[in-house]
Each structure stands twice: as C-alpha cells, then as structure tokens.
C-alpha cells in the first residue's frame, strides 16, 4: 500500500489528506499512527462522488476506528468533523443514510401505485 502527498493539494487524495491532516507518512491520523492508503482514498473519492464527501467519509472512519481504542474524546471530536462535512456537502452514492421508509404493502393507503 502506497502513500503520497503533493502540498499543492493538486489531486483528489491530497485534498482529502490535507484536510483529514494525514500528510506526513507513518504519522496519520489513526490509532498508532496510521496512515489512509493511497488506494483507501482513492476508493473513498470514487464512492463518495467528491472529495470534499470522502473527507467527510474519511472523518466518519476516524471516529470509528477511534472509539474501538475507547478514545470517545478523540471519536467523539472526529464525529462531529464529519457532521459539518456532511451537512456542507452531502452524502455520496456510497454513504450509508437514514430516512423515513413509506410501507409498500396492501395495507398501506400513503403510496402511489406507481412508485411500487
């Protein structure tokens, strides 16, 4: 697995890099200091559409990773980065996201014949 950073945020990894503040290597932002691989990255962009949603998706892994270390601190200040992302930019095609589901059975009278 490869890292790489420009400084001149030319592509879409190093945006995402910069932001999550993983920039130097064998000094990321995971437990023991962890580098996000070029091709995690990559992957995240390609999922979430942007790179401003693999930020925010990047954040949501952050949080995950840390309070399986039982860092709520650290988990908890990454959640609330990937929030703001979120409601600045969005979800991607890949997020996972909640919302209300409308029954779609014979005894449901809200839905439209045609939706089913």
Do not use: C
Request: aromatic fraction near 10%.
């Amino acid at each position: 697995m490869s890292f790489t950073y420009d400084s001149t945020l030319a592509g879409n990894s190093d945006k995402v890099r910069f932001h999550l503040q993983d920039t130097g290597k064998d000094d990321g932002p995971k437990p023991n200091k962890v580098n996000f691989t070029d091709e995690e990255l990559d992957g995240l962009v390609t999922t979430e559409g942007s790179w401003s949603r693999a930020v925010a998706a990047g954040f949501e892994i952050l949080a995950a990773a840390w309070m399986r270390y039982l860092r709520a601190d650290i988990a908890k200040a990454y959640q609330a980065q990937a929030t703001s992302w979120r409601k600045r930019y969005g979800t991607g095609s890949g997020a996972v996201q909640s919302r209300a589901v409308t029954r779609a059975d014979a005894y449901s009278d809200d839905l439209d014949t045609v939706t089913v």
